[in-house]
């Protein structure tokens, strides 16, 4: 089976730094996205990696470890619209290559 | 363009209607899906086509039937639902690669769908 655990809720505060944990176990890996969900829209894209290491794009950063199974996505400067649910998705390695797993997804509160 | 558009945004049916939820997108992606979200859960994988062919059925009831009429269209067939499949129905699409950033899949905005 598939495994991905994020925390349930964070609350930060605005102006702040906040990192959003994402272990995974899953049966095979082609890449890790974060994507932010507000309350009842799509989720959009964030960030990608496939390599160990640091992506950076503007506030938004994400980290990958593939031998601990581990990923964060760190948020700079918070600012209320970052209110969101943050979501881990697993792309799996299978023969079409197409298939995705998401985390349950943290609920991120910016308190003024 | 990178949108992804779903029609209708709500829709409230009976258990013996047939209705269909419809997705386009026109950013030339031959990858497109279905996922069912129910609330303050993540997206859960319904369906998958690779150009224009079903790849991936993660075991979904018959009630619930894809279609995939060209590359830029995708379909979702509904009949005799059960009130418990209301949800948020999101469609995405993504390039059709052998891996890296460009397949990150682009969400339509959903169809919410209630189930009497």
């Known amino acids: 089976g598939q495994n991905i655990d994020q925390p349930t809720e964070m609350t930060a505060t605005e102006g702040a730094i906040v990192q959003i944990n994402c272990t995974y176990q899953t049966s095979g890996f082609n890449g890790l996205f974060w994507y932010q969900q507000h309350a009842g829209e799509a989720p959009t894209f964030l960030s990608y990696?496939?390599?160990?290491g640091l992506e950076e794009k503007g506030r938004f950063s994400s980290f990958l470890s593939r031998s601990k199974g581990y990923s964060y996505l760190l948020l700079k400067e918070l600012q209320m619209k970052d209110s969101a649910s943050y979501l881990c998705a697993v792309r799996l390695r299978d023969n079409y290559g197409q298939n995705f797993v998401f985390g349950p997804g943290t609920r991120l509160s910016v308190l003024p | 363009d990178t949108e992804v558009t779903q029609t209708p945004k709500h829709l409230v049916m009976g258990m013996t209607n047939k209705k269909s939820l419809k997705c386009e997108q026109h950013?030339?992606?031959?990858?497109m899906y279905w996922y069912k979200q129910k609330a303050k859960k993540p997206p859960e994988l319904m369906f998958v086509?690779?150009?224009?062919?079903?790849?991936i059925n993660e075991s979904v009831p018959s009630r619930f039937s894809p279609e995939c009429p060209n590359s830029s269209l995708l379909n979702l067939h509904l009949h005799a639902l059960q009130p418990e499949d209301s949800a948020l129905y999101l469609c995405?699409?993504?390039?059709f690669g052998s891996g890296g950033s460009t397949d990150t899949q682009y969400f339509g905005p959903g169809t919410r769908l209630t189930v009497l």
């Open positions: 950013m030339g992606h031959r990858a």
């Open positions: 086509y690779s150009y224009e062919k079903l790849s």
């Open positions: 990696n496939v390599l160990d």
């Open positions: 995405a699409s993504s390039q």
